[in-house]
């Protein structure tokens, strides 16, 4: 009845905002009545809000519904104007959505929640802590810096985090550190579980280890580049109680990030 309301109220050019917490149920229903096939003129919008320094598990979800003039449009009726660290989106960076993909958007959507509700969890150090399997969808940078989203790359998720609070023996530890796990050997038991990861940690002097897995099926060219993918990202976890001016070193095993060997098998099959 309210949507009714408000197709009726707003003329062409006229917008419907509503500022939610991005239940998939208000989603829905926002996506199925102004970004859905039959939504006529209609364009959906959305924009991630997060206050960086108020402590909440939760992410704010703007979303802006335009009625456009009777017959124009490319298609395109659903941009999302955030990354799945909710970073914004130049406009011409924004990822756009044909009414068929409402459940790539919601996807998206879910996991910048996550992101938020895991970055709250881990803003405090807590000894023993593992956190695994926290997904970075990124879609590879080339010269520029800005985060392109990828809400269901073939490929899966760039790079895959685990977290490690240790307590280390060094009575002066400092906060926060990066372990790049090399390439060709993220099945390795020292890299792939828990103990190892933690035993890898304690022949450091950090309080917590950001362990960085970085994905098959992407292309990893050096160290620079990884870098530079992950500056704005780590810094999502590192924890609150570090000095501001506190820079994030980034390890690894030798001065690479690895490399995988392809085997290719040859010869006639038995």
């Not at 895991?118 to 803003?123: C, T």
């Not at 090399?182 to 280890?209: C, I, K």
């Not at 999502?236 to 030798?254: C, K, S, T």
């Amino acid at each position: 009845m309210m949507m009714d309301e408000v197709e009726d109220v707003l003329s062409p050019n006229g917008r419907y905002m509503v500022v939610t917490l991005g239940q998939d149920f208000i989603l829905g229903k926002l996506l199925e009545r102004f970004g859905g096939s039959r939504s006529g003129d209609w364009r959906l919008s959305l924009h991630a809000v997060e206050d960086p320094e108020a402590a909440s598990p939760f992410l704010i979800i703007v979303g802006v519904a335009s009625r456009g003039q009777a017959g124009e449009g490319d298609g395109k009726r659903i941009s999302v104007h955030f990354d799945d660290a909710r970073r914004r989106l130049a406009d011409d960076k924004a990822r756009t959505f044909r009414a068929p993909d409402l459940a790539d958007v919601l996807s998206l959507v879910n996991m910048a929640q996550e992101r938020v509700a895991v970055k709250h969890e881990l803003r405090d150090i807590v000894p023993g802590r593992f956190k695994g399997e926290i997904h970075i969808w990124l879609a590879p940078r080339s010269t520029d810096a800005t985060s392109e989203i990828v809400s269901a790359a073939p490929d899966g998720p760039r790079y895959t985090l685990s977290i490690v609070d240790l307590v280390p023996q060094n009575p002066a530890p400092l906060p926060c550190a990066v372990f790049i796990i090399p390439q060709g050997r993220e099945h390795d038991w020292l890299f792939s579980t828990a103990d190892g990861l933690r035993q890898v940690g304690l022949s450091t002097d950090y309080r917590r280890l950001i362990c960085v897995r970085m994905n098959r099926g992407h292309v990893f060219r050096d160290m620079d580049e990884v870098k530079t993918e992950l500056g704005p990202v780590v810094i999502d976890f590192v924890p609150v109680d570090r000095d501001p001016a506190y820079m994030v070193p980034y390890l690894a095993v030798g001065d690479s990030i690895g490399a995988r060997s392809a085997v290719v098998a040859s010869g006639e099959p038995p």
